[in-house]
Structure formats: C-alpha cells, structure tokens
C-alpha cells in the first residue's frame, strides 16, 4: 500500500526557492512512478513533472523547464521537487502521486498525497 504524505510547502517571496517532499510510509515506493501537480484557486489541476522509478525519465511541463527538478531517493521512499526563481503564478496547492505509468496525466496514478500550500508573494 503506498501513503504519500507531502512536506515542505510555505510561504515564500517571488525569486525564492522551496523543496517539497514526498514521503511513502510503504516499502514500495520505488516499483512506481512518481508525479507532481498542482491546483491553484479556481483552476484545475495541472501536470508539473513526472519520474520514472528508476530515476532515468523524467517529463516536465514545458513552461517550468529550468526551474523546476524532480528526483527521488529510492533507498528513503521519498521524492522531490526543487523549485527556484519562483513567481506568484506558481502559488497552488502541490501534490505528489504514484503510479504504474510515467505519465503527464494525473487518471494514470492510482495513489495520492494530500498536497502541501505554496504561496509566492510578489
């Protein structure tokens, strides 16, 4: 049984950076892909990034490339999502999820955390 639990969020000035994480109480963290979202106020969710189980692919929204970097440790059954140069419009809540698929697309992960608050002031 995976349990995503995600860490990290607050408040931060636009320029900043923030790392999240996102912890699985379970052993099998590393059989699943992993991906993060996000849902700002009266939006839907969106994809951000994406990570193999390995490690080896990774898929990014493209207007986050650059500033934005997922990675995992396997060995810790958590993953990660660095954020730098942030700006007010990547205020939302983030999520982190798990699934069997390397996906852009959050119906392709069957297991998720239960989001952690990012706010950038400007």
């Known amino acids: 049984q995976v349990q995503l639990v995600e860490s990290g969020g607050g408040l931060v000035q636009a320029g900043g950076s923030l790392r999240l994480s996102c912890a699985d109480s379970g052993p099998t963290f590393s059989s699943y892909a992993m991906g993060w979202f996000r849902q700002a106020p009266g939006k839907e969710r969106e994809f951000v990034t994406a990570?193999?189980?390995?490690?080896?692919?990774?898929y990014y929204r493209d207007s986050l490339k650059g500033r934005f970097t997922i990675s995992r440790d396997n060995a810790k059954n958590t993953g990660y999502l660095q954020m730098n140069s942030l700006k007010p419009e990547d205020t939302a809540v983030y999520y982190c999820?798990?699934?069997?698929?390397?996906?852009?697309?959050?119906?392709?992960?069957?297991?998720w955390g239960q989001g952690t608050q990012v706010t950038v002031s400007s």
């Open positions: 999820a798990a699934g069997l698929r390397t996906s852009n697309r959050g119906t392709d992960y069957s297991y």
């Open positions: 990570m193999d189980w390995s490690g080896s692919t990774t």
